[in-house]
């Protein structure tokens, strides 16, 4: 397994920016396909984003197309979310989530599609005001 752990969490208005920073340590990062995912209280955690371990394909959820974007730094061995725009609706904890070789997003939300990711982080609190 590869150590996550995210950063870059915190409280801004509406319309403002954010970048989430995941960390990794341990087994060969550039490995690993990483995964975004959020939690809002009384919700299921859900599918942000993820890019493939070879950088070369990204995935969005609907609600995030076009205002964020995943990428990742190897030689850095981080992957980052940068959020723009922001809508209150997007407050939650964001965790990001390694699969090895990983190369899609989760075919259904909740532990089944979640269960093909091996690492989670702690988690990072995301609080946008209107």
């Known amino acids: 397994q590869v150590r996550l752990v995210e950063s870059g969490g915190g409280s801004v208005q509406a319309g403002e920016s954010l970048r989430l920073s995941c960390a990794a340590s341990?087994?060969?990062?550039?490995?690993?396909?990483v995964g975004w995912f959020r939690q809002s209280p009384g919700k299921e955690r859900e599918f942000v984003a993820l890019?493939?371990?070879?950088?070369?394909?990204?995935y969005y959820a609907d609600s995030v197309k076009g205002r964020f974007t995943i990428s990742r730094d190897n030689a850095k061995n981080t992957v980052y979310l940068q959020m723009n725009s922001l809508k209150p609706e997007d407050t939650a904890v964001y965790y990001c989530?390694?699969?090895?070789?990983?190369?899609?997003?989760?075919?259904?939300?909740?532990?089944?599609?979640?269960?093909?990711?091996?690492?989670w982080g702690r988690g990072t609190q995301v609080t946008v005001s209107s």
């Open positions: 989530a390694g699969e090895w070789y990983g190369s899609s997003p989760p075919r259904s939300q909740g532990p089944d599609g979640e269960s093909k990711f091996d690492s």
């Open positions: 341990g087994r060969t990062f550039n490995d690993y396909g």
């Open positions: 890019i493939s371990w070879s950088g070369d394909n990204t």
